[in-house]
């Protein structure tokens, strides 16, 4: 499967894109801002390293709608913490890398069950001791 996804920004000089921070595979065109990534073996399901990258965003929108991994800490893939992974969750996580939005907080302190009735369960996060 292969995502491409278009940034667009306006300005004199014209900006130039890149990506500081990015999965193996995922490029950026520097002129044009278009971003396309083909994910595979583990870039497919890097969602629990307890960063916020446009990879999340795409793991997510993959889960809800292409038929990819589920998330192994169905907490972290809650972005906006309203107890569900669906649409909102991506859209949220976009709005925060590219439009200033809310930080998403991490799921929780400790992995495990989850034990709050409308928290999502945790059994593997990569920043749980």
């Known amino acids: 499967m292969r995502y491409s996804l ?21 490029s950026i065109g520097t002129a044009s801002g278009l971003i396309e990534w083909a994910p595979g073996g583990e870039a497919a399901g890097t969602h629990v390293d307890g960063r916020q990258e446009l990879s999340d965003a795409v ?15 169905d ?7 309203d107890f569900r992974i669906d649409l909102s969750d991506g859209v949220s996580l976009l709005n925060f890398l590219f439009l200033g939005g809310s930080t998403p907080s991490d799921p929780f302190t400790s992995c495990g069950t989850a034990t709050d009735p409308g928290e999502l369960a945790c059994l593997a996060y990569d920043r749980c001791g």
């Open 6 to 26: 278009q940034v667009t920004a306006d300005g004199v000089p014209a900006p130039r894109f890149e990506l500081t921070s990015a999965p193996a595979g995922m």
């Open 59 to 73: 793991f997510v929108f993959n889960f809800l709608f292409a038929g990819g991994l589920a998330p192994s800490c």
């Open 75 to 81: 907490s972290a893939a809650d972005v906006n913490r």
